[in-house]
């Protein structure tokens, strides 16, 4: 089945600085979401992005779905971004599969 | 926007009882519900696709004997872990596919349980 990879697995960030996640994927996808899962499991849906840019705020994603990969770009870090964030993709055969997380942590 | 819920978010049950989750699109329809379960520190992963008005497709490696999966109707699923042991203690958390736009999900609340 399909193989859904992030990186970096742990990142810990000063207050305010920037920083890239990255999710790759190994075959095509119908659809890509990013999540933030907050201290309590509930999953916040960051992003529907099967392709091209999206900006909300601090947040930001681009999936360049020809080459496989997505990237969520968190800018001017707060402690409230703190939590793990997943990247899940849609297969063709519907199934939704999550890759292992990047556990952010945001110090003051 | 859309809302998933689930009910119960916490639930303690002895060991060889059974527990239900319930799992609701409060404004949608949802053809397609998932199920997944966590583990402390580890990521989601997909225990059964769940299909209104016929039998869950359960994922390798899962008991469907074990986690009963029920899809009644177009707003309901229900997960049932049967014979419940401590080692089935974890978070199960749902997601339901809009029947109207396919590629958009949404997920519940989850639901922790610990069995004692």
């Known amino acids: 089945g399909i193989q859904v990879e992030q990186s970096p697995p742990d990142l810990i960030l000063q207050e305010g600085a920037n920083s890239t996640l990255r999710c790759n994927f190994s075959d095509s996808v119908n659809n890509l979401q990013w999540f933030h899962q907050n201290p309590w499991g509930q999953l916040i849906n960051l992003f529907y992005i099967p392709s091209g840019t999206k900006q909300n705020g601090r947040l930001s994603a681009t999936t360049v779905a020809t080459e496989r990969y997505s990237l969520l770009y968190i800018s001017s870090s707060q402690t409230t971004d703190s939590g793990v964030y997943f990247c899940?993709?849609?297969?063709?055969?519907?199934?939704?599969?999550f890759g292992p997380g990047t556990s952010l942590s945001v110090i003051p | 926007g859309a809302v998933v819920s689930q009910h119960p978010s916490r639930v303690i049950c002895k060991s060889g009882t059974s527990v239900k989750i319930e799992c609701r699109s409060l404004?949608?329809?949802?053809?397609?519900m998932f199920w997944y379960r966590q583990f402390p520190k580890q990521s989601l992963m997909l225990m059964a696709t769940?299909?209104?008005?016929?039998?869950?497709?359960?994922e390798q490696g899962v008991e469907k004997d074990k986690f009963l999966i029920n899809h009644a109707s177009l707003t309901l699923s229900t997960l049932t872990v049967t014979s419940a042991h401590p080692e089935d203690s974890s978070f199960y958390i749902c997601s339901a596919e809009m029947s109207l736009s396919r590629n958009t999900i949404y997920f519940g609340e989850g639901s922790w349980l610990t069995v004692v």
């Open positions: 404004d949608f329809q949802a053809t397609t």
């Open positions: 899940a993709v849609k297969t063709s055969y519907d199934k939704v599969i």
């Open positions: 769940s299909n209104e008005g016929s039998k869950a497709t359960y």
